[in-house]
């Protein structure tokens, strides 16, 4: 440190001790207000909220979701699936964070009296802060930009997004101001290395006004660093007291630590199903605690939105909306509370319905996709089913063709109604025996009802068995003895129907001493594997893929090359998002000589539903566009032969496309064991 | 005013503010100084509709009916106009008056 440039150090400790020090205590006794305001606050409208809520337990395995907490917190690891939004926000977190801890180190410093000359501790927390504002500006310009000038139709601006912006920006830019002043008015030389440690303010000492006399540039700085405390406060005192969307910065964090730690996309069982008055939710209130602060820590960026099919086909559905509209009620709802007053529980405001219309209930196809795409891990499914159980079991209002659905599903165990003594003639002639007939087997195969009933998807169940001859498996089915999984049920709303068909087949299972299925059907394999559990039936349940793939590692099975062919893999909404199985299919595609895989653009976590979970594939669809033409579209323009899937649900929704489309001659969809089994025969087969 | 030692870059700028200075007239210095004084004036008028539309919107929150709205936009529209009187007259009273 050169000699000459402690009196620039000391004069600065002047100006601090003299001008900063007093405004920081004036300001530091207003912050231990605050964060009294934010204790009651916190307290009074939202934590008391909350428990207006059922209980729902998520505060097991610590660890977990501490180290979840750290990873998208610090880390932003969920943020990163959109490049411009995930740097935008990256930015501003991280130019936040660096400004705190420069502010943080330079008082410590200043404290301490370690600032004549100071340590290069502080010269480095000054460059911290300089950083960090200028990475804050950078990416609040990025969101100014995005959201007044490109307008992204999942934004949707408020008076609330503009105040945080100018506040934002007010605090940034006086906070360079404030001290490129007070540098620039102190007595002695300035230190040569200014603009290494000091760029910003530094640069910016050049253009400052300066008083001719002391008293008015120590006046001058007092208003400088008013102008830069009394925003700051302002937007803190605001985000305590109002609804604003600031609010994320302690609501997030919370929700993404109390998260659902279940498998993803399995449903929660009503409890005391047989006491209970009522099922699902009618009010606000009849959502759990943990549901309730998913609505508050909700930011509105859109990115469910975005991704919703249902939305993309301009259905009434948008995730966003829902969380919103039903975060509105509850703090209409909840006012009264705020006042000292109480909460009628009972009320004629009726969610499912007038907060939230029953086309968007309806609409929704469980492909678990909005969920995937929040950055704080809310989900909108869960609060779409607790209102389509209410309507469903308790006003019986759902659509008239699912009524036929369900008296078929409960007298004769499958969507269609079809005589259950027809479910598995398919094997008959490939000689499948049942357990009842040879208990003695390595694994159950559950084809599940597409494979029973559908002559397309019979083809399928046909592949699968030729495959597990030829490796020498011993399996069973069923049979007559085999029921509906309940899965259409239970995603509908029907939880009576869905536990009688569970109930039903865990005991049929369960008295063959049934360890390990095999099943062909990714919403069978979610039912089987994560929500069977739940009515005690715990099996091990493996999906076709996952087993195709295991043989061809271990090399028993041989293939041949069949003839160029370029092939998408479109992968199923259950079998990917629910269950993180979206490897295996691909492994065994192009393990298969004379196929090219190509990607569509919407794949893996990002792929496009088909339209037939939720329930859909039993509904009409009056309104918006069909998503599996919309799908089928997608598949087009990358010019593939074929489309294909591991999903009966898809098979027949994307074949149906193809039809709509008039492009049989173009692309076909065929399942993976169908495509494999072809590439299995002893003489090649053509496609 | 510190002054700096050893720097190309503030020689540079500082000799360059200086040429400025003897080159402008008096009628121009007056108009940076106007200019500065207008960029006092939108960052404080600035924080000022920031604290109004946060208490607008905080009010709305806390359970103000709607029909209050343009009564309360009214008397903040009027306090702003008063607040903004008040700074161009105090900015224009104590703002320096030259360049450095």
């Known amino acids: ?29 207003i912050f231990l207000g605050l964060t009294a305001l934010f204790i009651f606050f916190f307290w009074r409208t939202h934590y008391r909220l909350w428990l207006l809520g059922k209980p729902d337990r998520c505060s097991d395995q610590v660890l977990k979701r501490l180290k979840t907490l750290l990873a998208v917190t610090f880390g932003h690891v969920r943020f990163w699936k959109e490049s411009l939004p995930g740097a935008m926000h990256f930015f501003i977190f991280i130019g936040t964070l660096l400004i705190f801890l420069g502010k943080g180190i330079r008082l410590f410093s200043f404290l301490t009296g370690l600032t004549i000359p100071p340590q290069t501790i502080y010269l480095v927390a000054s460059l911290m802060s300089e950083i960090g504002g200028l990475l804050v500006l950078l990416g609040g310009g990025i969101a100014v930009v995005r959201r007044y000038a490109f307008k992204p139709s999942r934004l949707d601006s408020k008076p609330d997004d503009k105040l945080k912006y100018v506040l934002g920006f007010i605090i940034l830019i006086t906070g360079y101001l404030v001290k490129s002043y007070r540098m620039a008015i102190t007595e002695g030389t300035l230190p040569t290395d200014s603009y290494v440690w000091a760029p910003v303010s530094t640069a910016l000492t050049n253009i400052m006004f300066i008083q001719t006399s002391e008293p008015l540039n120590d006046l001058l700085v007092w208003h400088r660093v008013l102008i830069h405390a009394i925003p700051a406060t302002i937007l803190v005192g605001y985000m305590i007291v109002s609804h604003s969307s600031l609010q994320h910065l302690f609501l997030s964090p919370l929700n993404i630590y109390f998260r659902s730690l279940k498998q993803k996309g399995a449903l929660n069982p009503i409890p005391n199903f047989e006491e209970a ?67 009628q529980k009972e009320s004629n405001n009726s969610i499912p319905g007038e907060v939230v219309s029953e086309d968007s209930l309806w609409a929704c196809t469980f492909c678990l996709n909005c969920s995937e795409q929040c950055p704080v891990f809310i989900p909108s499914y869960d609060k779409i089913i607790e209102m389509r159980r209410y309507l469903v079991l308790m006003e019986a209002r759902y659509p008239s063709e699912v009524r ?33 007939e040879d208990p003695e087997v390595e694994l159950l195969y559950y084809p599940g009802c597409f494979k029973g009933f559908d002559d397309r998807n019979k083809k399928v169940a046909i592949s699968m068995v030729r495959i597990l001859r030829r490796v020498g498996v011993k399996f069973g089915i069923l049979g007559t003895e085999e029921g509906c999984c309940g899965d ?66 271990q090399n028993r099975l041989k ?69 599996n033409e919309m799908r089928i579209d997608q598949a087009i323009k990358l010019g593939v032969h074929v489309i294909a899937t591991a999903c009966p649900y898809c098979t027949t929704m994307l074949t149906d496309g193809v039809k709509a489309r008039g492009v049989e001659e173009k692309v076909r969809v065929l399942d993976i064991s169908e495509l494999l089994e072809t590439s299995l025969a002893d003489e090649p087969k053509k496609i | 005013m510190a002054e700096p030692d050893h720097c190309f870059i503030c020689y540079f700028a500082i000799g360059l503010l200086q040429v400025v200075n003897a080159l402008v007239s008096e009628e121009l210095k007056m108009s940076l100084r106007v200019v500065a004084i207008a960029i006092e004036v939108i960052i404080l008028m600035a924080m000022i509709y920031c604290f109004f539309l946060g208490l607008k919107l905080t009010l709305s929150d806390l359970g103000l009916q709607p029909r209050y709205d343009r009564f309360l936009k009214l008397v903040l529209t009027t306090l702003g106009i008063f607040i903004l009187t008040f700074f161009i007259a105090h900015l224009i009273l104590f703002y320096p008056g030259i360049i450095p």
């Open chain 1, 404 to 436: 036929e659905v369900f008296r078929n599903m409960e007298r004769k165990s499958n969507p269609w109604g079809i005589e259950k003594g027809i479910r598995s003639d398919w094997a008959k002639d490939w000689g499948v025996k049942t357990l009842a």
């Open chain 1, 559 to 627: 293939m041949r090359e069949i003839d160029p062919t370029t092939v998408a893999y479109h992968d199923s909404c259950y079998l990917g998002r629910f269950n993180n199985i979206y490897e295996p299919p691909r492994r065994i595609l192009s393990s298969i000589p004379g196929i090219q895989l190509k990607e569509m653009e919407r794949s893996h976590h990002r792929s496009f539903c088909c339209g037939g979970g939720g329930g859909r594939m039993w509904m009409e669809e009056h309104l918006g566009k069909k998503i």
């Open chain 1, 277 to 343: 008055e009522t099922y699902g939710a009618k009010e606000i209130f009849e959502l759990t605690w943990k549901q309730l602060l998913d609505l508050e820590a909700c930011t509105n960026c859109g990115r469910c939105q975005d991704h919703c099919p249902a939305h993309l086909s301009q259905k009434p559905l948008s995730p966003k909306k829902v969380i919103q509209d039903l975060k509105t009620n509850l703090h209409q709802r909840g006012r009264p509370l705020l006042w000292g007053g109480s909460i």
């Open chain 1, 488 to 553: 259409p049920a239970r995603r509908i709303g029907n939880e009576y129907l869905y536990k009688m068909l569970a109930e039903g087949n865990i005991e049929t299972m369960k008295r063959y001493r049934v360890k390990k299925i095999l099943t062909t059907c990714p919403h069978c394999y979610n039912t089987l594997k994560n929500e069977y559990t739940q009515f005690g039936g715990n099996f091990e349940v493996i999906h076709q893929t996952e087993f195709l793939n295991d043989l061809i590692q």
């Open chain 1, 1 to 29: 440190m050169h000699s000459s440039h402690l009196p620039f150090w000391a004069a600065q400790q002047l100006v601090i001790d003299e001008i900063f020090l007093p405004i920081l205590i004036g300001f530091g006794v």
